[in-house]
């Protein structure tokens, strides 16, 4: 098993990552709880909520919310049904959330925790690849018609418990979808562990050794940027790439029709072509391309129209005054966020949308 301590600013809480550590849950819960709430959904209820119950207090009272999977569930409907849920079974300020599932469950219950009766402890059980992403650094939030995740805060886990167990279940979109996450990370801050990605052949979710190793590898970086900028002013936004263009093309296809890494991936593409371009860096493109055709991420895009992605692109986070801003490489571990302007951005999203058309 890895543990790693991610520090906040008031306070400091454990990642565990390891194969069956949903059995003991209550080894890793900093105090005993009286009330706790469980927010599931349906795919992963019948293999994981059972153990995870009876891994509690004896004497907790649980409280359980199973709703159906899927980036749809982060709305506003959604969010207010959760907090009738909770104040039907009399939470009070002690009370501890569990999000029990992949990012989408962990974003929603997060940000019902962060904002009920102003924020109860909730402790992030992720159950996908992608989701040693969104269970670590504390952004919580749901998605608004303008855009994903634009209603939300940041709030930090009580701790992370990851059972790579939980990944033997997960189809092989979710397993790419998450593996785009962590090659972004290697991209940004760990050469080493890129190189061996690369040269891998394919994604093995079988190997549990491998996945707590390659895990930890992305959840360091993470941790690493996490604690120098929590509140997402500065380096924060580097765990960023790809996710310009990614998040554009996620809200413009419908959500749903690819998941969250695999629009990551194509928008990682972009960058990279772009850094290439901007700075002549060498950022192993062809074999960054090759990886993604080897593990059979989609890379053919629907007739998307450049304008409409850009301006969805605007409503990045990131951007500022309708001006875009991108994360770029300038070589491979030296990420940098640039302004483009909007001519050579609509050129090259015009010429990109024609090669993966």
């Known amino acids: 098993m890895e543990q790693i301590t991610v520090q906040a600013s008031q306070s400091s809480y454990n990642v565990s990552v390891g194969a069956g550590i949903r059995h003991n849950l209550a080894a890793f819960l900093s105090k005993s709880y009286q009330s706790v709430f ?4 349906t795919s992963i209820a019948p293999y994981y909520l059972d153990d995870y119950v009876a891994s509690l207090q004896p004497a907790a009272n649980v409280t359980v919310k199973i709703i159906e999977p899927g980036e749809a569930a982060k709305s506003k409907d959604m969010y207010f049904d959760l907090l009738d849920s909770m104040f039907e079974a009399g939470l009070d300020r002690k009370a501890l959330v569990l999000a029990l599932g992949g ?5 929603l219950a997060g940000f019902v925790a962060s904002t009920y009766m102003r924020g109860i402890d909730f402790v992030q059980l992720p159950t996908t690849i992608l989701a040693h992403d969104s269970s670590v650094g504390g952004k919580v939030a749901i998605n608004h018609d303008t855009g994903k995740n634009l209603i939300g805060s940041f709030y ?3 701790a992370v418990v990851y059972d790579v ?4 279940t997960l189809p092989e979109k979710e397993v790419r979808s998450g593996y785009a996450e962590l ?4 991209y940004i801050g760990d050469t080493d562990f890129l190189y061996d990605l690369l040269d891998r052949n394919q994604i093995d979710k079988e190997n549990q050794v491998q996945l707590i190793n390659d895990l930890s590898l992305g ?4 941790t690493k940027i996490v604690e120098a900028d929590e509140k997402e002013n500065d380096l924060r936004k580097f765990l960023n790439l790809g996710h310009t263009l990614g998040h554009a093309i996620e809200a413009e296809a419908g959500y749903g029709t690819f998941t969250h890494g695999e629009a ?5 593409l972009f960058a990279l072509e772009l850094s290439e371009e901007e700075f002549g860096a ?3 493109l062809d074999a960054f391309r090759s990886w993604l055709e080897r593990n059979e991420y989609p890379l053919q895009l629907p007739e998307f129209s450049a304008e409409r992605l850009i301006k969805r692109m605007q409503m990045d986070k990131k951007s500022e005054n309708k001006e875009v801003h991108m994360v770029l490489l300038r070589e491979i571990g030296k990420p940098v966020t640039e302004k483009v302007e909007h001519a050579k951005l609509s050129r090259a999203v015009t010429s990109f949308l024609e090669r993966m058309s």
Do not use: N, Q, W, Y
């Open 38 to 41: 469980v927010v599931t959904d």
């Open 103 to 107: 990012g989408v469950i962990g974003d």
């Open 156 to 158: 930090p886990p009580t």
């Open 165 to 168: 167990e939980t990944i033997s």
């Open 183 to 186: 090659i972004k990370e290697a």
């Open 219 to 222: 959840i360091r970086v993470k």
């Open 264 to 268: 990551v991936a194509i928008g990682m």
């Open 282 to 284: 060498d950022l192993r």
